[in-house]
């Protein structure tokens, strides 16, 4: 079985500060990561995945993950929050069963001017 | 370039009502997912096609909820007998075969059962 558990449900940050958004995985087996954005009122759009290459993943918009087994952690970060950053963010999980993509409960992000 | 694309955007249905939602996917993209998004949550799957095939149905809620993708191309969920707990986002997702993790979402259908 598999699950991802996101810390905080709403992070706000000032403009040009880091962004940091926590997610922590459970697996059973070698797990796919990923991190999605959601803007409102539209899809989710796949910001970066981890397939069990580099432990660093480096994704769209100056987002990337670094993926730590030993912690069963996937955190997001940004060094510089823009804007246009707010939005909701999940974090999921794929594995075994090749097909279903399980996602955390959401992370909405505020950028503060 | 068409991306995924799901119609109605919004439906509002009276509970008892039957409803269909379609969705077009990525054109020549083998796969497809349904998923349910309740207010405040993420995304829960529901089922998954394989060109026509479905494969994995586990995350239907019960047997009101059927879908279906005859041609491998188009998909269609269908709810009946609507339920109040029914609202909710239903997004659509499609990928290559050999890339099933990478999917791409439509929009979604917004239904809120009165």
């Known amino acids: 079985a598999q699950s991802v558990t996101q810390l905080g449900s709403h992070v706000s940050v000032s403009e040009g500060a880091l962004v940091l958004l926590r997610c922590n995985y459970s697996?059973?087996?070698?797990?796919?990561l990923f991190w999605y954005v959601q803007y409102p009122n539209q899809g989710l759009q796949l910001l970066l995945k981890?397939?069990?290459?580099?432990?660093l993943v480096k994704g769209i918009n100056g987002f990337e993950a670094e993926f730590k087994k030993s912690e069963t952690s996937f955190h997001l970060t940004k060094p510089s929050a823009h804007m246009s950053d707010a939005a909701e963010y999940f974090c999921a999980v794929s594995g075994g069963s090749a097909s279903k993509i399980i996602f955390g409960s959401g992370t909405r992000l505020s950028i503060r001017p | 370039g068409a991306g995924v694309s799901q119609s109605p955007r919004y439906k509002v249905a009276k509970r008892g009502q039957d409803v269909a939602l379609r969705c077009d996917p990525i054109?020549?993209?083998?796969?497809l997912f349904w998923y349910q998004q309740a207010l405040g949550q993420g995304p829960e799957f529901l089922t998954y096609?394989?060109?026509?095939?479905?494969?994995?149905k586990s995350g239907l809620p019960s047997d009101r909820f059927f879908a279906e993708r005859p041609e491998g191309s188009v998909s269609t969920l269908k709810i009946q007998r609507t339920q109040q707990e029914d609202s909710a986002v239903y997004l659509c997702a499609s990928s290559q075969a050999d890339n099933y993790y990478e999917q791409y979402f439509g929009p979604g259908t917004r239904l809120t059962v009165t």
């Open positions: 054109s020549g993209h083998v796969s």
């Open positions: 697996s059973s087996v070698p797990p796919y």
């Open positions: 096609f394989q060109n026509e095939a479905q494969l994995d």
């Open positions: 981890y397939t069990s290459a580099a432990t």
